[in-house]
């Protein structure tokens, strides 16, 4: 079984809709992010939570929020959807206790297209 | 800002030939230089990495070269295979967690 899992896999949707995007993970991690994947872009950081109480923004926040419901379990919503937030989103993982740099791990990927 | 520059944005290279994958930063504030890979249909995986403390390490055909006073770091894949065809991002990393992702260098081999 995959360590962190991603729902949807895919999704289209339309302008002005709210949008869900589920991660949830059994690494047992306490640190979770949300990245966007566009071409010619790399990967850029939504927001990242440390822990249930701590949730932080990262480079690109504005029109996306998240909800970290349990320790396995990170949430990222979009409130109205737009057509330049079509993109290709991770979630990702990773444990602090292992040493002075965290490896993050990730899932497999939402691609959401809106119209 | 840019603060990570890759390059280049594709390669193409024949079985057995070398790949070779730059990353130049600005920020000095980075402390530890890993390699992701990415496959299709599939999230980045840390492939390796290396502290500023050293100026090589290698893992098997992989090998990550870092030059701390020009501010660049490469990758190179030696007896490069078709099952290192991927895209490769440079996420040059600082405070534990905060990646800077290069652009991406999608790397094709042909048999």
């Known amino acids: 079984d995959a360590d962190v899992t991603q729902t949807p896999r895919n999704r289209i949707t339309k302008t002005g809709k709210r949008i869900m995007l589920e991660c949830s993970q059994t690494k047992g991690h306490d640190r979770m992010y949300w990245y966007r994947q566009d071409p010619g872009l790399g990967l850029r950081l939504i927001y990242y939570s440390f822990d249930v109480k701590d949730i932080n923004k990262g480079e690109i926040s504005d029109g996306y929020s998240v909800s970290r419901q349990a320790q396995a379990k990170f949430s990222l919503s979009l409130e109205s959807a737009i057509p330049n937030q079509t993109a290709l989103y991770f979630c990702?993982?990773?444990?602090?206790?292992?040493?002075?740099?965290?490896?993050?791990?990730f899932g497999p990927g939402t691609r959401l297209t809106v119209l | 800002q840019q603060q990570v520059k890759q390059s280049p944005q594709s390669l193409i290279v024949q079985k057995g030939g070398i790949s070779i994958i730059n990353c130049a930063y600005e920020n000095t504030a980075f402390d530890y230089f890993p390699w992701y890979q990415q496959f299709p249909g599939k999230g980045p995986a840390l492939l390796i990495a290396i502290r500023p403390d050293v100026s090589e390490k290698k893992e098997g055909r992989f090998t990550i070269s870092f030059n701390k006073s020009a501010k660049q770091f490469s990758l190179h894949i030696m007896d490069s295979q078709p099952g290192d065809s991927a895209t490769y991002f440079c996420?040059?990393?600082?405070?534990?967690?905060?990646?800077?992702f290069g652009a991406g260098t999608t790397v094709t081999v042909r048999a």
């Open positions: 990702a993982t990773s444990d602090p206790s292992g040493g002075a740099a965290d490896t993050q791990y």
């Open positions: 996420a040059p990393q600082y405070n534990d967690y905060k990646l800077s």
